[in-house]
């Protein structure tokens, strides 16, 4: 396991939810502007290519790993055709498991 692509990961984390604090914690506002919304989809493809590269033996991680890969596959192949939605779902349900699954198994 490597530590140093669970941390960038967790970066990549850092900076959705700092992003959508930006618009005062309102996920669509933030998934709606021109800036903001290819910051999230960029973070969200190196989250998905960084998991889609390792190897666990964690049960919880790798189904993480596994659907954070297929996000990352939507996003790069099919840019203009991201549902927003989904992408919100995954923001607003996904995000903090993934990372608090990511600290626990840092600590």
Request: negative net charge; contains cysteine; glycine residues 4%.
């Amino acid at each position: 396991m490597s530590k140093s692509k669970l941390e960038f990961i967790l970066q990549m984390i850092d900076d959705i939810e700092y992003i959508i604090a930006q618009h005062n914690g309102i996920v669509t506002d933030a998934l709606s502007h021109r800036i903001s919304k290819p910051a999230v989809l960029m973070s969200f493809l190196q989250i998905g290519e960084t998991l889609g590269k390792m190897k666990f033996e964690d049960d919880i991680l790798a189904e993480y790993a596994k659907g954070a890969y297929n996000v990352r596959n939507f996003i790069a192949h099919d840019y203009e055709g991201v549902n927003m939605a989904i992408i919100e779902n995954i923001v607003r349900t996904m995000l903090k498991p993934l990372k608090e699954a990511i600290e626990c198994e840092l600590a």
